[in-house]
């Protein structure tokens, strides 16, 4: 059996803990976006360049460019914008994707101004203080009526928090609170961070081993996923498949686990492509990468908008398995780097 290049784990971690602390809800993902980059433009012979949309389509050269292949995982996650300024100076919330309000109550927060402040804040029930409120600190729902960013700020009013540059339509950013240990990857947006640095560290193992890819190899990093339309278009004609990399949801009544790549076979949108699907189960088996096969009943992916575009092409899902999905999330080291050699079969294969 042939062996994959050696994956360098320290530095796939490494990315992905600055990407996960690099801060990109739907709508503001220009840092993060350069910071993949900045990562993709140190291979030599790959090319990138930014759609109109502002994703990133990276280009590595294939032994071949009879069938032109693709990759995507997206850059963009979950967060807010600024609904109201309230009276009381406090701000009310708009999600960006699908975060539970629960998944976010007393975490810190920033609200980015458009003329390039940053204000820190917490998110918070209005009522708050037992001392005050009593029982209805428990007792009232969590949903954007109740809850608010307290700000860092000395502000008790409408007009002083406008002072401070602050405007309706804000981009707000949750704290990812990012730790490492004992294998384990803990954090918020590991969906789909984690997946995006599976794919650089494919990326930068081959280079590495002074390989390329079987047939040219278009990834695009996308920016839009959690909104719905990330990946609906920016992919060449010529591409006649592509492999989604997105997390694999871990719970009760599912096969995925944190220590596994996963295959996913459908989601909320139907089938994925059995041909392909089929395909990565053989190189997965051919190679020993440990994987389970799993199917999500509350799952999109970015592949799913490509094929509601009308795009003509084969499409399947894989990604490591992620715990808590869309709360505050956890993976492993395992999981991440089982992905990544799935990737890379799939990237030498015929």
Known sequence: MKTLPEINSAELVDFLTGLLNTPSPSGYTESAVLYTAAALQSIP?????????????????????????????????????????????????????GIPWNAIEAEGCTVFTVDGKAYRGSVLPEKASVHVYGEKVSSTPRDETSMEIRLDARTSSADETRALGIQVGDFV?????????????????????????CIVAAFQALQRAGLRPKQTTYALISNYEE???????????????????????????????????TLCVKDSGGPYDHALSTHLRRLADQYQIPYKVDIYPYYGSDGGALLRSGADLRVALIGPGVDSSHHYERTHLDALLATTRWILAYLLAD
């Open 45 to 97: 012979g790959l090319s990138y360049l930014r759609t109109r949309k502002g994703a990133l389509l990276a280009v590595f050269p294939g032994e071949q460019a009879l069938q032109p292949r693709a990759l995507t995982a997206h850059v963009d996650t979950l967060g807010g914008m600024v609904k109201e300024i309230k009276s009381n100076g406090r701000l009310r919330l708009t999600r960006i994707g």
């Open 173 to 197: 950013a949750f704290d990812p609170r990012v730790e490492v240990h004992n294998g384990f990857v803990r954090s918020r947006f590991l969906d789909d961070k984690a997946c995006v640095a």
């Open 227 to 261: 909104v719905g339309h990330g990946a609906s278009t920016g992919f060449p004609a010529e591409v006649g498949e592509l492999v989604v990399v997105d997390m694999a949801a871990v719970g009760e009544g599912q096969t995925s686990d944190e220590f596994h790549a």
